[in-house]
Every structure is written in structure tokens, then in C-alpha cells.
């Protein structure tokens, strides 16, 4: 359980490691388009990781990066034609951005260095952590978003009609700005935090 | 049956209105990672240039003369991909033997544009508008230069920002990422442009 936590927040693929900064940038325009994105993220990376592991004794080193970006394609456009039937409003705002998790840094950094070593449950629990680390992220960053720049969460209106929304966050700008301010604030934390336990 | 004002639309469009690291959000990765000094961030969109023109002609072809006759279009995010790795070695391994000194300045940044996502994310956009051949070996050039253009200026911008006093805890990536959305903010004025 603290291995799981410690993934989720201490090893965050997007506030710590850096990676998948497409998606996490575009996508987080509202709290809806965030969880969807971050949870079909997270279902191709359970499902790659744990592909990549069950056959790492197979794949030849040599082809491996080309092999697990087949295998990862293959569950990407599994996902991409299942939302499309189920939820295709989410699929339609996504847009672009679903078959482009085929190219996240984050799917591909765990096949090498996480499930091409490991056993298979192993690996598909470290694609549920990392996949919850990365959906957590994006909420953070869309309901930031989301609440500033339209005043409402989920769709639902939070600061009342006094509050002038400034439409400024949910444009591009924005995604850049509040990426970077969360990541000053995580920052402070951290040397504070440092600070208090030395 | 060319259309040059087509053509020079959609040139403007992608480079200017719609710039794809800084209004679309593709290839954010080597945009931010690659973009401490404005020699290496040229030479990496000179590669990304390159090797974007060629997948958004390539990836054309696979689609019109292999997936729609074959009714294989589920089939795009796959065949699409594997073409722009196939490209990516093809042309690593030619600029190896053809021009040692170019491969030896663009040599490391090659393989990453495999995952850069503005490559396959401009060959998905071809299909998707419908685009042409010509069509859409332009839209592929001009979302490389647009690419080239953003992390060309930004490169400027972190170059600076090095030098400059900024407290503690947001210098590095959240200072740099604070800049790109301003220079983000300032391409936001292209996009009452309609052409």
C-alpha cells in the first residue's frame, strides 16, 4: 500500500518524472476531458504493461521498442473505437488526443523499464499506479483550469455568477501557466518540507 | 486542380493561427526538454522538419492506396506509426552514410521523434481534414516549421531566463513553462485571423 502511494505522488509521472506533457497540456481544459483522457491512459498502460511482461521473454531485445509500440497501438485503437461507440461526446472533445496516446512518453517509459523486467501482476499493478498518478495529475490541473477559467467543476457551477471567468485558462496560455505555477508550489513544499524534517 | 491559395491557407493556418506546440499542445515533449540552447533546438526542428514532411507524405499514401481501398482504417493509429518508425531508421541510417558531419550533429535527436506526437498527430489531422496529397505534404511542412519556430523562440526565451534572478523554487521547468504560456498567450493574437 505505501509502494502504491509512493508511485501514485512520489514518483508522479507528470509532476515529478516530466513525462506525457502533450496530454496532460491539451486535455486538461475540464475536469470531464481530464478523467477521460487519464483513465484511458491508465486502462492501455494496465494492459500493455501487463502484454509487454507476459511475453518479455519472447520479444527479441534487438525489435523491442518496435514491438511494444504494436502492442501499445493495438490497445490504443481498442480504446479510441470503444469510446467512440460508448461515450463519443468525451471522444469527440478528446479529439486527436486518443490515438496520440500511442506516443505517450509515460506507456512506453514503463514497458522499458518497468514491465519488460518485471512479472506480470507486478507490472499491472505498476500500470494502475502509475495510470491513477497520471489521471491524478490531470485532475488537479483541469479542475484549476476548469474552476478559473469558467467558474465551474464538472460542469457545475461553483464561484456564482459574481465571478468573472477568466476564459485566459482554458486557453492554451493557461495550461502552460498553471503547469508551471503547480509545479513551483510542489516545489516550495518540498524544500519546505525539507526544510522542517532536517 | 492545384490550389495555391488553398495551399498558402493552410500554410499560415498551421504555422501561425493553429501553431502546433503552442495553440494545439503537439510535441510538448522535445518542446520542453530540448530547448535549453537555440543551436540544438534549430538542429532538432531541421530533424523534426525533415522527417515530418516525409511521414505526412508516406502516411498519405499508406492511407489512400492501402487502408480506405482495403477498408482497413480502424487500422491508422497502428499503420501510421509503424511507417513513421520505419522512416525515422530509413533516414537515420542515410544521413549516417550519406553526411557523417549532419549525423553527428542531428544523430541523438533522430530516435526521439519517433515519439514525438506532432508527427503522428499531423498525419491522424491529414486524414481526419481530408487533405489532398499536396494538401498534405504542405500542412506537414508548416506544422514542422510551426514546431521550429516555437522552440526556436522559446529556446531564446530559456537562454535568458538562466541568467536572470528568479526565486528559488520556480526556476527550471515551472519559470520556463510560465514563459511558454506567455509566449503562447502572444501567438493567441494570429488566431482572429481567418484565411
New interface residues.
Partial sequence: MKAFFKKMFAENPVFVL?????PT??TSTSVINGLGMGLSATAVLICSNLFISILRKFIPAKIRI?SY??II??F??AV??ALKAYLPEISASLG?FI??I????II?ARAESFASKNTPGKSAIDGLCMGLGFTAALVILSAIRELLGNGTLLGFPVLGSSYPPAI?MI???????V???V???I??MR?RGGAKNG | MVDAGKLFSILITTLLVENFVLVKFLGCCPFLGVSKKTDTALAMGMAVTFVMALASAMSWLVNEYILVPFHLEYLQTIAFILVIAALVQIVEMAIMKLSPPLYSSLGIYLPLITTNCAVLGVAILNVQKSYNFLESLVSGIAAALSFTLAIWLFAGVRERLETSNIPSFMKGMPIALVSAGLIAMAFLGFSGMKL
Fill in positions: 516530466l513525462l506525457g506533457m502533450c497540456l491539451g518496435a509500440i504494436v497501438a493495438g490504443v485503437t479510441d473505437m486527436v490515438p496520440l500511442v506516443v505517450n512518453c512506453l485566459m486557453l492554451p496560455p493557461g495550461g502552460f501557466i503547469l508551471g505555477v509545479l513551483g508550489v516545489n516550495l524544500t
